[in-house]
C-alpha cells in the first residue's frame, strides 16, 4: 500500500476513484491530480502494472511511431480516432525523456525499453507520486453503487467518490489476476459489453485433415495471413498445437470461428513462374529439393508430399501440377478449430461498448462520472504497441476530463 497525501477521511473520499492500477488505470491518476483532482487508485493485485513487467518480452512495446485509428479493432469503428488525436506517441517519448529511459525501435516504428518494463512501471508510479496519488494494493472490491456518489465497498473499508474509472482491463493471463470486473459493474449500470473474446493469440487445428500443421512445430518462415480482406505481411511459427508468430497472432484479432485462414507461404514471389523456369532449365531435382530452394526444408517435404509426385523430377512435372503446387503454397486456406483462449492471448477483443462511452473523455453517456478506459472498452490495438497506446491515449483523454 501507498499513501501519500491527506488523512484517512480524505483517502476515503476522493474528487476520482480508479479501479485497476494498471497501464490506463495510472495514466488517468496522474493525469487527472495534476489538475488538482484528489485521486484514490485500487488494485487487487499485490503490486501494480503487472502486465506492463510482462510485456515486450520484459522491455515493454510501449507505443509505435505509426499510429493510426485503423489499427484498431472496435465495433464502434471511429471511436479510438479522437483520443489517439489528442495523446500521440512523441507525447509519451516525452515523459520517457523526462525520466531519462532509454528505447530503441525494433522494427515496424515498435518502440521498447533499452533496459527493462520496470522503468514504465516506475516512472508511471513516480508521476503518481509527484501529483500526490494514493494507490492502494491487494484491496478486494465487494460492491459498487450508486446512490448519489459512487460508493464502493472494500476490503480496506468504504470509499465514495464523484466520479469513478473502470480500469481493470481485459481477461487475458488469468494467472496474473485478470477479471471481469469492468464489465459486471458496466453491465450493473446497463452499459452493453460486447462479448470478450481472446486477441492476438495462437490458433489451435483439431481437425485429423489438418494435423500436419501440428508435425511442422518449431518451422517459421515469412508469410501473408489473411482473413477476409484483411492481412499481415510477417512470420508465421507451427506450434505442436497450430500456429502463431506475429502473422498468426495479428490475424486472430479478426478470425472468427468457422472462418478460414488464408496464408500465402510465398509471398512477392510466383511459384508457378519459379517451378517453371526450373522445368526449362530441364531440373533434375525432385518435389522436396525443388521446393526447398524457396521455401524451410520440413515445410517443403511436407507440401511435396501432399501435391507433387516426389519420385520424380521437376523436368517430367505436367504444368497442370505446377500450378496446383504453386496454387497451394500461394493459398493455403487452413480451418483453425480454435484459439489457445485467455491463458495465451496478449489482448481481450471486445469489452465495454464504445458506443455508450463519449469518444472525448470516455465518460458513460447515460451515468454521468462512470468512466470506461484501457482495454476494459471495447478498443483492441495490432500487436506492436498499440495496445499500450490505447491504454495511455484513453487514461489520458478520461484524465483531462475528470
Ligand atoms: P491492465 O491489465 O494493464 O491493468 C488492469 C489492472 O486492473 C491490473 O493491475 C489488475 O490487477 C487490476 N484488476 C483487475 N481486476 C481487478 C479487480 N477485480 N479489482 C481490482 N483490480 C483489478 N501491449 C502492447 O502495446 N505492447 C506489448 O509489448 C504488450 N505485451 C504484452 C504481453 C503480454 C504477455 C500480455 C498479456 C499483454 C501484452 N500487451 C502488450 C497488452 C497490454 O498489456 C494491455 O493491453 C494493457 O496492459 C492494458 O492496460 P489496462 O490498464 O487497460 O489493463
New binding site residues.
Given amino acids: 500500500m501507498t499513501f501519500h497525501k491527506g488523512g484517512d477521511a480524505a483517502r476515503r473520499a476522493p474528487d476520482v476513484l480508479i ?7 495510472l495514466m488517468a491518476a496522474f493525469t487527472a491530480a495534476r489538475r488538482g483532482r484528489r485521486v484514490v487508485v ?4 499485490p503490486e ?5 513487467l ?3 518480452g520484459g522491455r ?3 507505443t509505435n511511431l505509426d499510429m493510426r485509428p485503423e489499427r484498431f479493432i472496435s465495433q464502434n469503428r471511429h471511436f479510438a480516432r479522437s483520443a489517439l488525436s489528442r495523446y500521440k506517441p512523441a507525447q509519451f517519448l516525452e515523459l520517457l525523456a523526462a525520466h531519462n529511459i532509454p528505447w530503441h525501435e525494433k522494427k515496424l516504428g515498435q518502440l521498447f525499453c533499452d533496459h527493462s518494463a520496470r522503468d514504465i512501471v516506475q516512472m508511471l508510479l513516480a508521476e503518481c507520486a509527484a501529483a500526490h496519488v494514493t494507490i492502494l494494493t491487494d ?3 465487494t460492491d459498487v453503487k450508486k446512490p448519489l456518489d459512487f460508493h464502493v465497498e472494500t476490503s480496506a473499508g468504504t470509499f465514495t467518490s464523484k466520479a469513478l474509472v473502470l ?4 481477461l ?2 488469468p494467472k496474473l ?3 471481469s ?1 469492468s464489465y459486471t459493474i458496466a453491465r450493473s449500470f446497463g452499459l452493453p459489453v460486447i462479448s470478450p473474446e481472446p486477441a492476438l493469440v495462437p490458433l489451435v487445428f483439431g481437425q485429423a485433415q489438418e494435423s500436419w500443421v501440428q508435425t511442422l512445430a518449431g518451422v517459421s518462415l515469412p508469410v501473408r495471413a489473411s482473413c477476409g480482406k484483411v492481412g499481415f505481411d510477417e512470420a508465421l511459427l507451427f506450434t505442436h498445437r497450430g500456429l502463431s508468430g506475429p502473422a498468426l497472432l495479428q490475424i486472430s484479432s479478426y478470425w472468427q470461428p468457422g472462418e478460414p485462414v488464408r496464408i500465402n507461404l510465398l509471398p512477392g514471389e510466383d511459384l508457378n513462374a519459379l517451378l517453371a523456369g526450373l522445368k526449362k532449365a530441364k531440373g533434375q531435382m525432385k518435389g522436396p529439393a525443388a521446393l526447398s530452394r524457396w521455401l524451410p526444408q520440413r515445410l517443403a517435404q511436407e507440401l511435396a508430399r501432399q501435391g507433387a509426385p516426389e519420385d520424380r523430377p521437376v523436368v517430367e512435372w505436367p504444368d497442370r501440377t505446377l500450378r496446383a503446387l504453386a496454387d497451394r503454397v500461394h493459398r493455403l486456406d487452413l480451418h483453425p478449430t480454435g484459439t489457445e483462449g485467455f491463458a495465451k492471448a ?2 481481450t477483443r471486445g469489452g465495454v461498448d464504445t458506443h455508450a462511452l463519449s469518444s472525448k473523455t470516455m465518460e458513460a453517456n447515460t451515468v454521468p462520472n462512470l468512466y470506461v ?4 472498452a471495447d478498443v483492441t ?1 495490432w500487436l506492436g ?7 495511455w491515449a484513453s487514461g489520458h483523454a478520461a484524465g483531462e476530463a475528470l
Fill in positions: 479501479i485497476g492500477a494498471g497501464a490506463a488505470g485500487l488494485d487487487h493485485a501494480v502494472g503487472r502486465k506492463i510482462i510485456s515486450g515493454c512495446n510501449f484491496v478486494r472490491i480500469a481493470t482491463g481485459g487475458s493471463i489476476g485478470a477479471t470486473f496478449e489482448v478506459i484501457g482495454e476494459a490495438g504497441g498499440y495496445n499500450f497506446h490505447w491504454a
